[in-house]
């Protein structure tokens, strides 16, 4: 028996079902549909509208999809993990929330928080409870209601941002697929170049901090692109070169959806052509921990197994990192 490894067998999504257009994104800030375009490569985003709901009730309804599409007993989920920045409260849990929303009533459910680099801290983290053979079925779920904290009178951050949900599944795998490395960096000295002020213990909600604006997304645009440009593309190289991959060997790059210039510098850093390159800013924007789960869920038809996956992203932190996916089954039968 090889070794153990956490292989995905599924993934699940949730779309909210309004989608906000850059059109009329211009007729709310100063902007238009050719410099978002060309700056980002956003054309829409959905919005998550209803009085009451958060990132819990898109991250429920993806799980139950990806429960639903492999026709798995949500009773028999061992964990759920939720990468978020966006949580429906500071406590309980919003991975506490979609699993009991979504029937995994056996399942411990937790948090990880590491903006849009969260996805794949959370996947290495699932990874380690199949590795370890304590789980035997871990959920990973990328869940963001974005719009919940941007501010829609500053033109450089509003049009980046939408709302989605994506979840895969984790199981164990002795054939060598699945989750195969993690390279995960943070560095806390980013502080001050993307982050929401207030809302947590050093500036806790107060009408000050809601006059001054402070619990909406903040940031430095140009040193984040320049840091992002520089850190996924350079981990993304070095995954590549500690497993003797070529751009060939790679079917697909899996990029966060931040900025399409940003994909772009990566691919080529990384010797692949667009074409390997997994790609829904467009339709998205930057759904922050869900946008790389959305992405194997559009591309899903075209995974076949044994395809070599780079995962890359990242974010707020400021955090980044890579992981190397071996592909586990044919999509086209999912």
């Not at 238009?32 to 991250?59: A, F, P, Q």
């Not at 948090?111 to 990874?127: I, Y």
């Not at 941002?161 to 599944?169: R, Y």
């Not at 559009?298 to 780079?310: A, F, H, S, T």
């Amino acid at each position: 028996m090889g070794k153990i490894t956490a292989a995905i067998t599924g993934v699940g999504q949730y779309l909210p079902e309004y989608i906000l257009t850059n059109d009329e994104l211009s007729q709310m800030v100063d902007t238009n549909d050719e410099w978002i375009m060309s700056h980002t490569g956003i054309k829409t985003r959905h919005i998550l509208k209803g009085e009451g709901v958060g990132s819990s009730y898109m991250g429920a309804r993806a799980v139950i999809n990806l429960l639903d599409k492999t026709g798995i007993d949500p009773m028999s989920v061992d964990v759920v993990i939720c990468a978020t920045v966006t949580p429906d409260m500071f406590f309980p849990s919003t991975g506490n929330l979609i699993a009991d929303q979504a029937g995994c009533k056996n399942a411990f459910a937790f948090d990880v928080s590491a903006a849009c680099s969260g996805f794949l801290f959370a996947l290495t983290t699932g990874a380690k409870f199949i590795e370890a053979g304590t789980s035997k079925r871990v959920i990973v779920v990328g869940a963001d209601k974005m719009s919940s904290i941007v501010d829609y009178t500053d033109r450089s951050t509003c049009p980046l941002f939408g709302d989605a949900a994506a979840a895969v599944l984790l199981e164990a795998n002795a054939d060598g697929y699945g989750v195969i490395d993690s390279i995960l960096h943070s560095d806390g000295s980013g502080e001050m170049q993307l982050y929401m002020k207030a809302g947590g213990s050093r500036y806790p909600a107060s009408v000050e901090t809601v006059q001054n604006n402070w619990h909406t997304i903040m940031w430095d645009g140009h040193a984040v692109f320049k840091a992002a440009v520089s850190k996924m593309s350079d981990v993304s190289v070095e995954m590549m070169e500690r497993h003797n991959l070529k751009g060939e060997d790679v079917r697909f790059l899996v990029p966060h959806q931040a900025n399409l210039r940003i994909i772009d510098a990566t691919a080529r850093r990384m010797g692949i052509t667009q074409d390997k390159c997994m790609i829904n800013i467009d339709r998205n924007g930057n759904t922050t921990a869900a946008t790389i789960p959305t992405c194997l869920f559009d591309y899903e038809k075209e995974l076949r197994k044994g395809d070599n996956l780079i995962l890359a992203a990242f974010g707020g932190g400021y955090t980044w990192g890579a992981t190397y996916v071996k592909w586990a089954y044919d999509g086209e039968k999912a």
